[in-house]
C-alpha cells in the first residue's frame, strides 16, 4: 500500500488501551483540564482482521475538556470533525483532507474542520472542546466509521469515567474482533462449498452502536489465497462485504488502484474481466466494493462492481495482491496447470 502520509512509524503493537488515573486536585488549587483517552482501530495478531471502529465511539466530557485517540493498528485511520457551520461541509477525499490536516491539540469549533491526518502503529492525536454541544467524529479513510462527542456544561454531571470507556473500548473490540474470526470462518466454509475457482475478497459487516455511530468489521485477506486451475479456466473474485474496497492486482502496483487498468473489460452481468497470459503482466481490477446504499432525497446509487474474472491463457505460478491492504498481509497466488 502507498502510505497516504507519512506517519511516525512505531513498532507495530497492538496498543491495547490506555489507563489514565484520575488525579482530584487539593481545595484551593485549580484541576488542570480533565482528558479522555480513547482508541481509534483494534486488529488481530496477524493483522488481517481489522475492527474499524472509534472505541468506544460515543463520549460525554465537559467544556474545556480535551479527548486524546491512540491510533492502535497497522491501519490508518484519521479522527476527523467535519466543519458543520454555517452548513455541513461535503465529505472531502482523504488525500484532500478536509483541506490537510490540523495541528495536534486543535480546538474543536464547529466552523472550521479538524484533521489528524491518516495515522497508525501507535500515533496520538488530541482534540480539545471549549463550547458545549454535540460533534460528530468520522474517519476520512473509512465510510462509516463514526463517532460522537457530547460535550456537557460545568454544571450537569458526566455519566461515565475513563474506566468505563476503558471497560467499553476492551468489549467493542473483542466482540468486533470475534465477529471477524466468524466471518472469515463464514468465509473459508464458503470457499469449501463453492468451487475452487471462486475466491472471496475479503469480508466485513456493519454494526450499530448508540449515539447514532456504526462500527465496521473487516476480514482483510483472500479466503482461499491459493487457488488451483487449469490453461483456459476462469478464477472469480468477489468482495463479501460493504465499505471495504479490495483489489485484485498482478505485477506492478499502480499509483492509483482505484480504476481497472487498460485491457480489463466488462462481462455483460456488470463483472470486470481480464486475461492474462504471462506471470509478469501487469494487471489491477481497480475497486471491488458495493455502492452505499439508498437514502432519501439523494439519487439512487449506481450499480457497484463486487467482481472480477481473470481468465489464464498460459501455465504458471501467478502472485497477487490486494494494493490497499497488502500491508496487512492480503495476498495470494493463482497456480495454472497446463
Ligand atoms: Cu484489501
Not at 490453461?231 to 479490495?246: A, C, I, K, M, S
Not at 492474462?276 to 439508498?294: C, H, K, M, R
Amino acid at each position: 500500500m502507498k502510505r497516504l502520509l507519512l506517519s511516525v512509524r512505531f513498532p507495530a503493537v497492538f496498543c491495547g488501551i490506555v489507563v489514565m488515573a484520575t488525579l482530584t486536585a487539593p481545595p484551593g488549587v485549580p484541576e488542570a483540564a480533565a482528558q479522555v483517552q480513547v482508541t481509534a482501530g483494534a486488529q488481530s495478531g496477524d493483522k488481517g482482521n481489522q475492527a474499524l471502529a472509534f472505541l468506544p465511539n460515543e463520549l460525554w466530557i465537559h467544556v474545556g475538556e480535551s479527548v486524546t485517540w491512540t491510533f492502535a493498528t497497522d491501519e490508518v485511520h484519521t479522527v476527523t470533525f467535519l466543519r458543520t457551520v454555517p452548513a455541513p461541509q461535503i465529505r472531502p477525499p482523504i488525500a484532500a483532507g478536509c483541506p490537510g490536516t490540523t495541528p495536534d491539540g486543535s480546538p474543536e469549533t464547529s466552523a472550521s474542520c479538524i484533521n489528524s491526518g491518516a495515522l497508525a502503529s501507535g500515533a496520538t492525536y488530541t482534540v480539545q472542546f471549549p463550547t458545549a454541544g454535540n460533534f460528530k467524529l468520522v474517519c476520512l479513510v473509512h465510510l462509516a466509521m463514526t463517532g460522537v462527542v457530547h460535550v456537557l456544561n460545568l454544571s450537569e454531571t458526566l455519566p461515565h469515567d475513563q474506566s468505563f470507556y476503558d471497560h467499553q473500548a476492551k468489549r467493542d473490540s473483542d466482540e468486533l474482533l470475534a465477529d471477524g474470526r466468524r466471518l472469515e470462518g463464514r468465509g473459508i466454509e464458503t470457499a469449501e462449498r463453492t468451487s475452487e475457482n471462486e475466491v472471496a475478497a475479503g469480508i466485513s459487516e456493519i454494526v450499530a452502536t448508540t449515539g447514532g455511530g456504526v462500527h465496521i468489521e473487516t476480514v482483510m485477506r483472500f479466503l482461499r489465497d491459493k487457488t488451483v486451475v487449469h490453461v483456459g479456466d476462469t478464477v472469480e473474485w468477489t468482495n463479501l462485504g460493504p465499505l471495504v474496497p479490495h483489489t485484485v492486482t498482478f505485477g506492478i502496483e499502480p499509483a492509483d488502484p482505484m480504476p481497472p487498468s487498460a485491457g480489463v473489460t466488462v462481462d455483460s452481468d456488470g463483472t470486470r474481466h481480464a486475461v492474462i497470459g504471462s506471470p509478469t503482466d501487469n494487471v489491477n481490477s481497480g475497486f471491488l466494493v458495493a455502492a452505499p446504499q439508498e437514502r432519501v432525497g439523494f439519487p439512487q446509487s449506481p450499480q457497484a462492481v463486487t467482481r472480477f474474472r481473470v481468465t489464464f491463457t498460459s501455465p504458471g505460478t501467478y502472485n497477487y495482491i490486494c494494493a490497499l491492504h497488502d500491508d496487512l498481509g492480503m495476498t495470494g497466488k493463482v497456480i495454472v496447470l497446463p
